[in-house]
């Protein structure tokens, strides 16, 4: 059975970071291209962006709000993926899914990230 | 981007009774390999969201055979057959023909 855990989630002030992870079993994590999806409070699914197995180059892409400011990285050896998320603002607080691959076949519980002052 | 428009926003269904909920596209889902890869997700109160169907039509595992997936091209369709208690949640269509990836706003489901 796949399980994904997140975790790292908090209270940040606008403007600071944050790193999620998200812990994998289950899966060949090696092999296993990996996701992240966002829900606002009371709002509907927002994906993220996507990183690829190191096999496909571990390439990432992101969605235009988060782009140039979160990062997606990889260590398959811990059977880990990571969220590094600079410039934090008020509209991206949300609960942080893991995902499996591009079409989110397995989900982890989430991980609550609250951007205020 | 593509835009994906669930209809309705929210639905009261009678509890044996069918449901359907429909997604359009604004361009065209299918992808030049010749597949549709447009999903549907369910998510009940308070848990995280679980697949339901993949390119249109093709089960999830687990998932009843009440629920079934259809359409082809922007229009597409979920239908409940006979509604249980345990459908109450919200459920998103997604498509991922294009970047960046995109879901549909979501339709409520409830029990009348």
């Known amino acids: 059975e796949v399980q994904l855990v997140e975790s790292g989630g908090g209270l940040i002030m606008p403007g600071g970071s944050l790193r999620l992870s998200c812990v994998g079993s289950g899966l060949i994590f090696t092999d296993a291209w990996m996701s992240w999806v966002r829900q606002a409070p009371g709002k509907g699914l927002e994906w993220v962006g996507r990183?690829?197995?190191?096999?496909?180059?571990?390439?990432?892409d992101y969605a235009a709000p988060v782009k140039d400011r979160f990062i997606i990285s990889r260590d398959d050896p811990k059977n880990t993926m990571y969220l590094e998320m600079n410039s934090l603002r008020v509209e991206d607080t949300a609960i942080y899914y893991c995902?499996?691959?591009?079409?989110?076949?397995?989900w982890g519980q989430g991980t609550l990230v609250t951007v205020s002052a | 981007d593509v835009v994906m428009t669930q209809s309705p926003l929210s639905l009261a269904v009678t509890l044996g009774q069918p449901a359907s909920i429909s997604c359009r596209s604004s361009?065209?889902?299918?992808?030049?390999?010749?597949?549709?890869?447009f999903y549907w997700f369910q998510q009940r109160p308070g848990q995280s969201p679980r697949r339901l169907f993949s390119?249109?039509?093709n089960r999830d595992s687990g998932v009843p055979d009440r629920f079934s997936g259809s359409g082809s091209g922007t229009d597409f369709t979920l239908k409940i057959s006979r509604v249980e208690a345990e459908d109450v949640g919200v459920y998103y269509c997604?498509?991922?023909?294009?970047?960046?990836?995109?879901f549909g706003g979501g339709t409520k489901v409830e029990i009348k």
């Open positions: 361009q065209s889902l299918l992808h030049y390999d010749g597949n549709t890869y």
């Open positions: 995902t499996t691959g591009t079409v989110f076949d397995q």
């Open positions: 990183i690829k197995s190191n096999s496909y180059g571990g390439t990432t």
């Open positions: 997604f498509q991922a023909t294009h970047w960046p990836l995109t």
């Open positions: 390119r249109i039509s």
